[in-house]
């Protein structure tokens, strides 16, 4: 087998938390490197499953025993994911996956960054992103009025209104990510495509390789499971107030929720039950601590927190 034919398994786990308001993900952070989700390669020798393998760099390079995982994505786009030295003729497919944690300490070389830092464009929670107007939508406009034909012309018109139109849709992610690369609007383009940065074009924080790309995928699946899947206790203290769930779910959505309907929606999913104790606010009256009921996991087929409750958008 020649050297253009051989393939190398990469695996990469985005590491979720939120702690108050802030969605973070875990990530290595090597003096003088981008920003890296923890990753490495499956050996399939030595590992019986791609999870184990996971499970195994992420123990290593964490120190975090992770708890609920799923796998996410298999990315192997030519370009995207610079070898290693001296391995320059492999191919690398990359496993991505999304685990959710609690908060902890931090191992060495590793720390918490919130997500919005790679994705400020997705933080709609008091205003839509001034970047958009400023900057993306013009952008977009010159990308859409460069194209080589009438034919693409349409399809990146359309792919811009989809994205950054009218009706914002929090689940599309890694649709704007993959957009404002192909825009030459992220430094990731200019990284993969060997070409000298074009002004304007570093939009958030990048990441080695392709991570922030396995990020935004991760970020959609759990926008879109939060309604149909209690997974945002994954993510809470065994005991929470109703305003720190709701905090919680508007961090990851990124949007803000009306107050009454969110809790209108969580009794009528059956997602929580009081525990009698209470803790005092710094002003108003004492707020009670609340549990997940994880009996609603058989009760009910799709029990989530759905988005329906939204606040008038600014």
């Known amino acids: 087998m020649s050297s253009k034919d051989l393939v190398s398994i990469g695996l990469s786990a985005a590491i979720v938390a939120v702690e108050g308001e802030r969605p973070s993900v875990l990530v290595v952070a090597h003096d003088g490197m981008e920003d890296a989700l923890p990753f490495g390669p499956f050996d399939p020798e030595q590992q019986r499953t791609l999870e184990s393998g996971l499970r195994k760099w992420v123990g290593e390079q964490t120190k975090f025993d992770l708890g609920y995982t799923e796998q996410l994505y298999t ?36 720390q918490w960054r919130g997500w919005y830092h790679y994705f400020p464009w997705e933080d709609w929670r008091d205003t839509k992103p001034a970047m958009i107007e400023s900057t993306i939508l013009p952008a977009l406009k010159k990308f859409v009025k460069d194209a080589p034909n009438t034919e693409s012309t349409e399809l990146r018109r359309e792919r811009v209104n989809v994205c950054f139109g009218e ?44 991570h922030r790309r396995i990020l935004a995928t991760a970020i959609a699946r759990l926008r879109g499971k ?23 779910v508007e961090a990851l959505a990124g949007l803000r929720l009306h107050k009454q309907n969110f809790r209108r929606l969580v009794a009528e999913q ?14 108003g009256r004492p707020a009670e601590l609340f549990r997940f009921r994880r009996e609603v996991l058989r009760e009910r087929p799709a029990p989530g927190v759905r988005l329906g409750g939204r606040r008038a958008r600014l």
């Open 75 to 110: 990315f192997g786009d030519k370009g995207r994911h610079l070898p290693a030295s001296g391995s320059a003729g492999t191919r690398v497919v990359s496993v991505g996956y999304l685990a959710l944690t609690r908060q902890g300490k931090e191992a060495p070389e590793t």
């Open 270 to 283: 059956g997602l929580v039950e009081g525990t009698g104790k209470f803790v005092t606010a710094a002003r």
């Open 226 to 248: 939060l309604k149909y899947r209690p997974v945002v206790f994954e993510l809470m203290a065994p005991t929470f107030t109703l305003l720190e769930l709701q905090r919680a």
């Open 167 to 210: 009706g914002w849709d929090e689940e599309r992610v890694l649709e704007r990510y993959e957009l404002l690369y192909e825009a030459g609007l992220v430094e990731e383009f200019w990284r993969d495509s060997g070409n000298k940065p074009a002004k304007g074009a570093r939009l958030g924080t990048p990441m080695l390789f392709d």
